[in-house]
T-cell receptor, first 120, second 112 residues
Framework: GAVVSQHPSWVICKSGTSVKIECRSL??????MFWYRQFPKQSLMLMAT?????????EQGVEKDKFLINHASLTLSTLTVTSAHPEDSSFYIC????????????????FGPGTRLLVL | DQQVKQNSPSLSVQEGRISILNCDYT??????FLWYKKYPAEGPTFLIS?????DKNEDGRFTVFLNKSAKHLSLHIVPSQPGDSAVYFC???????????FGAGTRLAVHP
């Protein structure tokens, strides 16, 4: 159990276009989903926290109008990078969280496989 | 201000030996710590965790030690295997929140 998928796995787009990334929890309902980005050889930086049916909470320095997050259901969250620029090229990872770890485990966040975005 | 620090960007260990990955933190409100393993172009996979009320947790070849007074934790892998080669991230959770704060990662290379 505890599978999280992301689509697409990679995307190349032209500067100025918008890109949507989907994050789905396949076999459980997530109370919260998180979006991270990772630059090469750097840590995972939390961008925003989203709860189903409410507005996302963005971390300091993350532009909410540029990175639109929609959390339509307990199994789906989307991140839209609007008017993408080359500096937005990065590896975007989502995670889905439950209030208590599944099957008695202590893990409360389950990560997707990531989406690599390259903006030309 | 980095609340979770992994000061060693890389570590090279011979197969069969022990790998020790270190992590320091500054926030005394962290109540839960996790280690993740990550391959390039993939999401992190959970390895092992420890609650702040414990000082050791063991799972097979992986053991995590927590020293609260020093605000330090370490991950021990023994014996190390070539398949353990990856980037290892330490993460901490603030009491009452589900948000994780990650360290910068340590790249482990296990060679024959």
């Amino acid at each position: 159990g505890a599978v999280v998928s992301q689509h697409p796995s990679w995307v190349i787009c032209k500067s100025g276009t918008s890109v949507k990334i989907e994050c789905r929890s396949l076999d459980f309902q997530a109370t919260t989903m998180f979006w991270y980005r990772q630059f090469p050889k750097q840590s995972l930086m939390l961008m925003a926290t989203s709860n189903e049916g409410s507005k996302a909470t963005y971390e300091q320095g993350v532009e909410k109008d540029k990175f639109l997050i929609n959390h339509a259901s307990l199994t789906l969250s989307t991140l839209t990078v609007t008017s993408a620029h080359p500096e937005d090229s990065s590896f975007y990872i989502c995670s889905a969280a439950v209030a208590v770890g599944l099957a008695g485990s202590k893990e409360t966040q389950y990560f997707g496989p990531g989406t690599r975005l390259l903006v030309l | 201000d980095q609340q979770v620090k992994q000061n060693s960007p890389s570590l090279s260990v011979q197969e069969g030996r022990i790998s020790i990955l270190n992590c320091d933190y500054t926030n005394s409100m962290f109540d839960y710590f996790l280690w993740y393993k990550k391959y390039p172009a993939e999401g992190p996979t959970f390895l092992i965790s420890i609650s702040s009320i414990k000082d050791k947790n063991e799972d097979g070849r992986f053991t995590v030690f927590l020293n609260k007074s020093a605000k330090h934790l370490s991950l021990h892998i023994v014996p190390s295997q070539p398949g353990d080669s990856a980037v290892y991230f330490c993460a901490a959770r603030n009491r009452g929140y589900n948000k994780l704060i990650f360290g910068a990662g340590t790249r482990l290379a296990v060679h024959p």
